[in-house]
């Protein structure tokens, strides 16, 4: 079982709609859980962290964390053609200390 | 408050060849973090430095080593360079003390060994 598992996509959605990426994770022990958004042939940039559970809501993106089912979900509103890009769900903390590991990413494709 | 950097952004090496690469933290930070990422994957960690000691490594082999300096720069020395070394080099500061965050990355190293 991977450590952080995300549907790789590529996940199509059409301008205006509402985007769901979501993670799974299997240290319990894990702390905190970000999102990282990295486009085609750039560096991760961090768009979401979350630390307890439930909802946490910054701008069009909301992050959501149910822990005791190792379920972290990212939400995109009124997506637009800019958000296409790679999301990537990072958890950090338990067994693995101090690093951040990553899903392999979801593709995402905003669509006119 | 000045960004991750670092340096070179590309770089062709042949196998067997030695490479180093470089990291600037952020202003603030005193951890790096370094990572590698192939294609079509999520960054895989290598190791990281906190006070100038590797503090956590991943399942790298010996010939990936590094360095943290005084000023918490970092750099990233590949031996023997194989040609599945091929990827985007990440490295990631952040604060180890109080509180919790996220890695700030930095732009990345694309290295190609032919």
């Known amino acids: 079982q991977k450590e952080v598992e995300q549907n790789s996509g590529p996940l199509s959605v059409p301008e205006g709609a509402i985007a769901s990426l979501n993670c799974t994770y299997s240290?319990?022990?894990?702390?905190?859980f970000f999102w990282y958004r990295q486009y085609s042939g750039k560096s991760p940039e961090l768009i979401m962290s979350i630390y307890s559970n439930g909802d946490k809501e910054d701008g069009r993106f909301t992050a959501q964390l149910n822990k005791a089912s190792q379920y972290v979900s990212l939400l995109i509103r009124d997506s637009q053609p800019s958000d296409s890009a790679t999301y990537l769900c990072?958890?950090?903390?338990?067994?693995?200390?101090?690093?951040?590991?990553f899903g392999t990413g979801t593709q995402l494709k905003v669509e006119l | 408050e000045t960004g991750v950097t670092q340096s070179p952004t590309h770089l062709i090496k042949t196998r067997g060849q030695q490479v180093t690469l470089r990291c600037s933290s952020q202003s603030g930070h005193n951890t790096v973090s370094w990572y590698q990422q192939a294609l079509g994957q999520g960054p895989q960690f290598i190791f990281q430095?906190?006070?100038?000691?590797?503090?956590g490594r991943g399942n790298f082999p010996p010939r990936f080593s590094g360095l943290q300096f005084p000023n918490y720069s970092s750099e990233l020395n590949v031996n023997a360079l194989e040609l599945d070394d091929s990827a985007l080099y990440l490295c990631?500061?952040?604060?180890?003390?109080?509180?919790?965050?996220?890695?700030?990355f930095g732009s990345g190293t694309r290295l190609t060994v032919v």
């Open positions: 990072a958890v950090r903390g338990g067994g693995g200390g101090n690093k951040l590991t």
């Open positions: 990631a500061s952040s604060f180890t003390g109080q509180g919790v965050g996220g890695y700030t």
């Open positions: 430095y906190y006070r100038e000691e590797e503090n």
């Open positions: 240290d319990r022990g894990s702390q905190s």
